[in-house]
Nanobody, 125 residues
Framework: QVQLVESGGGVVQAGGSLRLSCSGS????????MGWFRQAPGREREFVSA??????YYADSVKGRFAVSRDNAKNTVYLQMNSLNPEDTAIYYC????????????????????WGQGTQVTVSS
């Protein structure tokens, strides 16, 4: 059984920073990848970032502003978010992909196996 718990969300002014954490229990870090996704009201869930054995991946909208990192000793994945703007307002979810194989994508939420409950990020203008 894998459980993921996000924390670190909150309200921040435009231009500010937040760091999200995702703590896992169980076989989390046998996972091929850990991803971050977000969903704003009325919008589809979208890819934000992922950390895999092959490196880090980012959506174009956050590249240069967000950074993903992992601390395997603590079973935790982080998402450092800088230069936040109101368009970043959403519920942020972390997810674990148990196994990677051809045809799967770190950018597709359908390819992840486990999900956290989400944490709200609100950026005020």
């Amino acid at each position: 059984q894998v459980q993921l718990v996000e924390s670190g969300g909150g309200v921040v002014q435009a231009g500010g920073s937040l760091r999200l954490s995702c703590s896992g229990s169980g076989r989390t870090f046998v996972s091929a990848a850990m991803g971050w996704f977000r969903q704003a009201p009325g919008r589809e869930r979208e890819f934000v970032s992922a950390s895999s054995w092959s490196g880090a991946y980012y959506a174009d909208s956050v590249k240069g502003r967000f950074a993903v990192s992992r601390d395997n000793a603590k079973n935790t994945v982080y998402l450092q978010m800088n230069s936040l703007n109101p368009e970043d307002t959403a519920i942020y979810y972390c997810a674990a992909m148990r196994i990677y194989y051809d045809g799967r994508s770190y950018r597709k939420y359908e390819d992840y196996d486990y999900w956290g409950q989400g944490t709200q990020v609100t950026v005020s203008s």
